[in-house]
Nanobody, 118 residues
Framework: QVQLVESGGGFVQPGGSLTLSCTASGSIVSNNVMSWYRQVPGKERELVAS????????KSYGHFVMGRFRISRDNTNTVWLQMNSLQTEDTAVYFC???????????WGQGTQVTISS
């Protein structure tokens, strides 16, 4: 089992910034991927950014990020999502995800609300 603890959501005005963090604990495998997804009511959950750790260190971003967000990781299985130039369309519940690089169970955090509004 893997436990994920998220923090950092909140309310900001358009153009503002927020940083989300997520820490994984429990049965952590070395080669894994930690990601941030987001979801709004009535829509599917979509990938925001992901970062692999271990033998393969690759980062990827959703098409809508367009250089505004940056994902980073440290060696203690914490992942950060720095979000800049936030727009109202970025309002969503943001979820942390952990999965091994090899096929296996994936885990989700409880979600943190991000609201962008003037």
């Amino acid at each position: 089992q893997v436990q994920l603890v998220e923090s950092g959501g909140g309310f900001v005005q358009p153009g503002g910034s927020l940083t989300l963090s997520c820490t994984a604990s429990g049965s952590i495998v070395s080669n894994n991927v930690m990601s941030w997804y987001r979801q709004v009511p009535g829509k599917e959950r979509e990938l925001v950014a992901s970062a692999a750790a271990g033998a393969v260190r690759i980062k990827s971003y959703g098409h809508f990020v367009m250089g505004r967000f940056r994902i980073s990781r440290d060696n203690t299985n914490t992942v950060w999502l720095q979000m800049n130039s936030l727009q109202t369309e970025d309002t969503a519940v943001y979820f942390c995800n952990f999965r091994p690089l090899a096929p296996g169970a994936e885990y989700w955090g409880q979600g943190t609300q991000v609201t962008i509004s003037s």
